[in-house]
T-cell receptor, first 116, second 116 residues
Framework: KQEVTQIPAALSVPEGENLVLNCSFT??????LQWFRQDPGKGLTSLLL?????REQTSGRLNASLDKSSGRSTLYIAASQPGDSATYLC???????????????FGRGTQLTVWP | GAVVSQHPSRVICKSGTSVKIECRSL??????MFWYRQFPKQSLMLMAT?????????EQGVEKDKFLINHASLTLSTLTVTSAHPEDSSFYIC????????????FGPGTRLTVL
């Protein structure tokens, strides 16, 4: 069974710092990996999706990398801002089988606080 | 962009009552919807995969008679928590996949269930 681990569980930094959030997964047979943002009491917002054949994806100040063979992904946030404060979740989608096409396995998330 | 809504956003009920949560894809057809549960500071755990017109596939450890899922149309799936107890209090989130597009899931805003 796929297990997803995120480190650190929480992170508190001053505004302007560059950050790295880590995600590891136990089964490298994945279809893709996705990073989400979740604000308190809210649903999920997709940030970046990396296909298994890709090494990285970029969107604005965010850059996500994927090393499938070692079971790792990192989310890099440049020049952090207070508005980046949220919980960041990593999710992997295994290679699809049967009737659970597209299911995701989530990590517990990294709770990020960026203070002014 | 594709939007998924959930209703209600928050519900408080007495122990022993049943609660129905709706998940709707507002501007697209979703052949597959997923129901997740999230306890405080925990990851999202998949409860079941719901395919339109067929029985839901439940994850191991999830009681199908307690968590009734109906996916009667391409835009609506419902989760009914029957005879709810305080331990069922959680944040329930649904997601939906666009028919014919395998990569993208869109998440609803979640429903906070509190059972007294």
């Amino acid at each position: 069974k796929q297990e997803v681990t995120q480190i650190p569980a929480a992170l508190s930094v001053p505004e302007g710092e560059n950050l790295v959030l880590n995600c590891s997964f136990t089964d490298s047979a994945i279809y893709n990996l996705q990073w989400f943002r979740q604000d308190p009491g809210k649903g999920l917002t997709s940030l970046l999706l990396i296909q298994s054949s890709q090494r990285e994806q970029t969107s604005g100040r965010l850059n996500a990398s994927l090393d499938k063979s070692s079971g790792r992904s990192t989310l890099y946030i440049a020049a952090s801002q207070p508005g980046d404060s949220a919980t960041y979740l990593c999710a992997v989608r295994p290679i699809d089988r049967g009737s659970t096409l597209g299911r995701l396995y989530f990590g517990r998330g990294t709770q990020l606080t960026v203070w002014p | 962009g594709a939007v998924v809504s959930q209703h209600p956003s928050r519900v408080i009920c007495k122990s022993g009552t049943s609660v129905k949560i709706e998940c709707r894809s507002l501007d697209f057809q979703a052949t597959t919807m997923f129901w997740y549960r999230q306890f405080p500071k925990q990851s999202l755990m998949l409860m079941a995969t719901s395919n339109e017109g067929s029985k839901a596939t439940y994850e191991q450890g999830v009681e199908k008679d307690k968590f009734l899922i109906n996916h009667a149309s391409l835009t609506l799936s419902t989760l009914t928590v029957t005879s709810a107890h305080p331990e069922d209090s959680s944040f329930y989130i649904c997601s939906a996949k666009i028919a014919g597009i395998t990569d993208t899931q869109y998440f609803g805003p979640g429903t906070r269930l509190t059972v007294l």
